[in-house]
T-cell receptor
Framework: GAVVSQHPSRVICKSGTSVKIECRSL??????MFWYRQFPKQSLMLMAT?????????EQGVEKDKFLINHASLTLSTLTVTSAHPEDSSFYIC????????????FGPGTRLTVL | AQSVTQPDIHITVSEGASLELRCNYS??????LFWYVQSPGQGLQLLLK??????LVQGIKGFEAEFKRSQSSFNLRKPSVHWSDAAEYFC?????????????FGQGTTLQVKP
């Protein structure tokens, strides 16, 4: 089956620093990747949609200058949380899709970010 | 705007008992509907999906779901629950209007299985 990896699985950083999270599709080409944020005991909230080679589309209320998304290849997307603050602490999940709207999204295991 | 409601935040069933997790959606056209399961330390795994055709959908791990347009529901069922089914379950609807593949998730239902 399709596998999506995320790295790191867990990261702790100081307030004001930047953190990069990688999302890789290991055995298929992902035309589209999605980034979600999940708060404890809550649902997944879509942050942005990224297509390979183009700028990400951010959901309303998500600061694009704070959450930088790069989708440089068909197997890699990165999310950089810039100048992180404690309120950015959350569980970040990526998913990857071969491309069609009706295609299944394959989810990574998530990254737990803690900002001190 | 599309929305998904999972009325039950937490459900406890005994091992071997039947299970039904509820999901209601709000969407103008025929929705694309999904059920995912999230286990600790693992990514969301697709259990089943409905796009069109037969309204009773079979999935992995013995799960099935039935699309009922009249009730705007897509409930997940399993005839006999195993202890390994304890996890978080999410219903989602695909936002097709913009053909982006975006998913809108329900709040999730935590399933606890008693021995």
């Amino acid at each position: 089956g399709a596998v999506v990896s995320q790295h790191p699985s867990r990261v702790i950083c100081k307030s004001g620093t930047s953190v990069k999270i990688e999302c890789r599709s290991l055995d298929f080409q992902a035309t589209t990747m999605f980034w979600y944020r999940q708060f404890p005991k809550q649902s997944l909230m879509l942050m942005a949609t990224s297509n390979e080679g183009s700028k990400a589309t951010y959901e309303q209320g998500v600061e694009k200058d704070k959450f930088l998304i790069n989708h440089a290849s068909l197997t890699l997307s990165t999310l950089t949380v810039t100048s992180a603050h404690p309120e950015d602490s959350s569980f970040y999940i990526c998913s990857a899709s071969p491309g069609l709207a009706t295609d299944t999204q394959y989810f990574g295991p998530g990254t737990r970010l803690t900002v001190l | 705007a599309q929305s998904v409601t999972q009325p039950d935040i937490h459900i406890t069933v005994s091992e071997g008992a039947s299970l039904e997790l509820r999901c209601n959606y709000s969407y103008g056209a025929t929705p694309y509907l999904f059920w995912y399961v999230q286990s600790p330390g693992q990514g969301l795994q697709l259990l089943l999906k409905y796009f069109s055709g037969d309204t009773l959908v079979q999935g992995i791990k013995g799960f099935e779901a039935e699309f009922k347009r009249s009730q705007s529901s897509f409930n997940l069922r399993k005839p006999s629950v195993h202890w390994s089914d304890a996890a978080e379950y999410f219903c989602a609807v695909g936002e097709d209007s913009s053909n982006t593949g975006k998913l809108i998730f329900g709040q999730g239902t935590t399933l606890q299985v008693k021995p």
